[in-house]
């Protein structure tokens, strides 16, 4: 599966973005899918995941209540709101697919990666 994510740029903090991704090749639906991010110098980290059928959600503590994750199988594509951003969650944003429909929150456990899309939160 080949993955292609978008929707990220400037915004202030507080604001809203919202990004997408979007796969290409069969079987989409039974792919556990999850959303990492990498800062400056740091290592990749999870963001959040979403099983194969979308009825299992996780969320990195640092975003609970602000991100929600969410994916429609019918348009092969995942999306990832996120809401009240603050200038740390300024990073490049990856989505990933794992071929286990109940991947968890390590980035080993997904098989394809999306080219990334960069977020930035202004202060």
């Known amino acids: 599966v080949q993955l292609q994510a978008c929707g990220g740029g400037l915004v202030q903090a507080g604001g809203s973005l919202r990004l997408s991704c979007a796969a290409s090749g069969r079987s989409f639906s039974s792919y556990g899918m999850g959303w990492f991010r990498q800062a400056a110098g740091k290592e990749r980290e999870f963001v959040a995941r979403?099983?194969?059928?979308?009825?299992?959600?996780a969320y990195a503590d640092s975003v609970k209540g602000r991100f929600t994750i969410s994916r429609d199988n019918a348009k092969n594509t995942m999306y990832l709101q996120m809401n009240s951003l603050k200038p740390e969650d300024t990073a490049v944003y990856y989505c990933a697919a794992a071929s286990f429909g109940g991947a968890g929150t390590g980035v080993k456990e997904y098989d394809y990666w999306g080219q990334g899309t960069l977020v930035t939160v202004s202060s």
């Open positions: 979403i099983s194969w059928i979308g009825n299992t959600l």
